[in-house]
């Protein structure tokens, strides 16, 4: 029911709740099938692993897809084979919570979401936070914060992350 659901948000967010604490290799199962059922598109030959949270059913995992334990992911659309260690959150961009003219934060919907792609084959390491699309073949260091897309083939650390030389 809470997957048939999914398209109300807070039924939705239930849901995910409580597929995120689903244990072992079960709860992995248990969360690739809901999420099939409420994201955008999700590959049942993926692994998601405990703990991991879509904030918004705006998102798609592709086949070959790995999600460590406690990642915390927004409006993403994961690429083939993409690896990502625990703890990563990728954010809906990097505007999500507005100003008004007077400096004052504005409501949360007032923000700018965007759709963030994680290419093919890229690997994104542990407490990575990505607010940017990082293109295929790509990595990203444990700790990084990308704030700027990430070509294709590189290779960024730090924060703000940047291309290692």
Same mark, same amino acid.
């Given at each position: 029911?809470?997957?048939?659901?999914?398209?109300?948000?807070?039924?939705?967010?239930?849901?995910?709740?409580?597929?995120?604490?689903?244990?072992?290799?079960?709860?992995? *199962?248990?969360?690739?099938?809901? *999420?099939?059922?409420?994201?955008?598109?999700?590959?049942?030959?993926?692994?998601?692993?405990?703990?991991?949270?879509?904030?918004?059913?705006?998102?798609?995992?592709?086949?070959?897809?790995?999600?460590?334990? *406690?990642?915390?992911?927004?409006?993403?659309?994961?690429?083939?084979?993409?690896?990502?260690?625990?703890?990563?959150?990728?954010?809906?961009?990097? !505007?999500?919570?507005?100003?008004?003219?007077?400096?004052?934060?504005?409501?949360?919907?007032?923000?700018?979401?965007?759709?963030?792609?994680?290419?093919?084959?890229?690997?994104?390491?542990?407490?990575?936070?990505?607010?940017?699309?990082?293109?295929? !073949?790509?990595?990203?260091?444990?700790?990084?914060?990308?704030?700027?897309?990430?070509?294709?083939?590189?290779?960024?650390?730090?924060?703000?992350?940047?291309?290692?030389?």
């Amino acid at each position: 029911m809470l997957s048939g659901f999914g398209r109300i948000r807070g039924t939705y967010l239930t849901g995910a709740h409580l597929v995120a604490l689903g244990p072992g290799l079960p709860g992995d *199962y248990l969360r690739s099938a809901f *999420y099939r059922l409420t994201l955008q598109s999700c590959s049942l030959r993926c692994r998601i692993s405990f703990g991991v949270i879509f904030s918004n059913p705006d998102a798609s995992v592709a086949e070959g897809a790995y999600i460590g334990p *406690y990642c915390v992911l927004g409006r993403v659309q994961i690429g083939e084979h993409v690896q990502m260690a625990s703890l990563v959150q990728v954010l809906s961009g990097a !505007k999500q919570h507005g100003r008004d003219a007077q400096g004052n934060l504005e409501s949360s919907e007032s923000g700018t979401f965007q759709r963030v792609t994680i290419g093919a084959h890229s690997w994104i390491g542990a407490a990575a936070i990505v607010m940017a699309d990082v293109g295929e !073949k790509a990595t990203v260091g444990a700790g990084a914060v990308v704030t700027k897309p990430v070509a294709s083939g590189t290779t960024v650390v730090g924060n703000p992350a940047r291309a290692r030389e």
